[in-house]
């Protein structure tokens, strides 16, 4: 039997991104395919965050095309993009949490805004979704002032899936975590994947992470992709980064996990 072609719900096309005289993206293209976690890897200041906020629509390229779920987020008006928005989660490293809001009414806030439904229920589905991210009721009326560092990933996360997408995008969800508290955050972005059956798009440095969840690495470099493939091709590919990156010493040990199946059933 044949595997079903996946539906391609991301595609970027002959992307160029420029600020000024400053050239960010030149060509660059890639896919991201339905009911995947693709990671970003590159060095820093390579414009993996420019990336994202070109796919959800918060920067214009320059020039190239970008298509979510078939449409162009570029050339929408602001209620067709809104809706479009509202099709996926977005976890930022930045600017991730109203620091005056509850932690309920943060989750709360995508769905208030969409004004769908009566406020009781709001709440309620905020509840779960507090839930679905290892949280408690108990938690609900914190400030994120009293939250550590893992909590507030996740309760950022629960906001990002308040909306029930399909997609999620996530920048370097576990910077700044200790490693336990990175462990737990990568097994409950395995579980959710699984569970929801999410597409994610995941920026990382860390190769723990990298290794755990990916299905495919997109390595940006020289204002491109230089390659999006499973790890196991992408450390094929001769390049400085990939080289520094990958094959390193820590690097090696991270790899080491991958002679355990990372999707097993745990
Ligand atoms: N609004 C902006 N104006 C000018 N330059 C920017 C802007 N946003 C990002 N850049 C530049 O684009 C490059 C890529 O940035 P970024 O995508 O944030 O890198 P990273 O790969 O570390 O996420 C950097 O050199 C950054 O300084
Ligand atoms: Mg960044």
Redesign the pocket.
């Known amino acids: 039997m044949n595997a079903p072609t996946p539906e391609k719900i991301i595609e970027v096309r002959n992307l160029v991104k420029r ?1 000024g005289d ?1 050239v ?1 993206h030149d060509g660059l293209n890639l896919d991201v395919y339905r009911g995947e976690v693709l990671s970003i890897v ?1 060095g ?8 994202l906020r070109q796919i959800v629509g918060l920067e214009r390229p320059t020039s190239g095309t970008i298509k979510v779920f078939g449409e162009t987020p570029a050339t929408l008006r602001p209620a067709q993009l809104q809706a479009l928005r509202n099709r996926w989660g977005l976890q930022f490293q930045r600017g991730a949490l109203f620091s005056a809001l509850s932690v309920i009414d943060n989750i709360a806030l995508p769905m208030r805004e969409l004004r769908a439904l009566p406020d009781n229920l709001i709440c309620q589905a905020a509840l779960l979704k507090l839930q679905l991210v290892g949280l408690s009721a108990r938690d609900a009326d914190k400030m994120p002032s009293d939250l550590s560092g893992g909590m507030i990933k996740r309760v950022a996360l629960a906001r990002a899936l308040s909306l029930e997408p399909e997609l999620v995008f996530l920048d370097e969800p576990t910077a700044g975590l200790d490693p336990m508290a990175s462990d737990d955050y990568v097994a409950l972005i395995r579980e959710l994947r699984t569970e929801l059956g999410l597409t994610v798009v995941m ?1 990382t440095h860390d190769l723990d992470t990298l290794v755990a969840l990916s299905d495919r690495v997109a390595v ?1 470099a020289d204002h491109k992709v230089l390659a999006a493939a499973p790890i196991a091709e992408v450390i094929k590919v001769d390049h400085p980064f990939i080289h520094e990156y990958f094959l390193g010493e820590r690097a090696q040990r991270a790899m080491q996990a991958l002679a355990v199946p990372p999707h097993g059933e745990a």
């Open positions: 600020y400053a960010v590159g820093s200041g390579t414009g993996k965050t420019v990336l920026i940006l």
